[in-house]
């Protein structure tokens, strides 16, 4: 119009999108967040990954979330996955007329009750860990969900060679409870996980 060159957006299918993200949030994100956002989109890309953005409009969305909840995910899991079809949908500049409509979802989260992760959430999520820069992250993760001691933050894990071959540890309290000291049986995969974090650090 009047001689100046209007730019036209190219249509873009959902899994290309998607691969763009991850590609800039790689960049970006620490790596639990990282996975966080790769999770999200192994639910997401089997719905939306053929489609065009442009035909994903809220009542797709809702139809989403509906068929989620029946496969017994949690609410806050579908809010992860939807901020990042949001994300996508943000950097396309389609998401605000979405946002408008009122058949989108409103999700809220629940503090009140939780939910055991599955098998393979919890092998994505220790996958995850075990790639993560941070040397002991994995061997914490491992060690909070096998002998319960998540609250100890600031404990430590003592002992010496033999404990790997007597698989039980002593764990010091930290300040905070002083003078309490417990003992731990390991599992399997305890004992292998402080095994290779010893390696990694002698």
Not at 94 to 119: H, K, N, Q
Request: one cysteine or more; charged letters at 30%.
């Amino acid at each position: 119009m009047h001689g100046l060159a209007v730019e036209r957006r190219v249509p873009k299918l959902f899994t290309m999108a998607a691969d763009e993200w991850l590609e800039l949030k790689k960049l970006t994100l620490a790596p639990k967040s990282y996975s966080v956002e790769q999770y999200s989109l192994k639910h997401l890309r089997p719905v939306f990954g053929q489609r065009l953005l442009s035909d994903i409009n809220a009542a797709a969305i809702a139809r989403y979330v509906g068929a989620r909840r029946n496969e017994g995910a949690a609410d806050k899991s579908i809010k992860l996955e939807l901020g990042t079809l949001r994300g996508i949908l943000k950097r396309a500049k389609l998401w605000t007329s979405i946002a408008e409509d009122d058949l989108l979802p409103r999700l809220r989260d629940r503090d009140d009750v939780g939910r055991a992760v599955s098998p393979d959430e919890e092998k994505a999520l220790l996958n995850a860990y075990r790639a993560s820069r941070s040397r002991g992250l994995y061997t914490a993760v491992v060690t909070a969900l096998n002998t319960g001691c998540g609250r100890l933050k600031s404990g430590r894990l003592s002992g010496d060679r033999s404990i790997f071959r007597r698989g039980r540890s002593s764990l010091a309290s930290p300040k905070r409870w002083p003078g309490r000291v417990g003992q731990s049986r390991w599992n399997d995969r305890l004992t292998l996980a402080l095994r290779a974090l010893g390696e990694r650090v002698s």
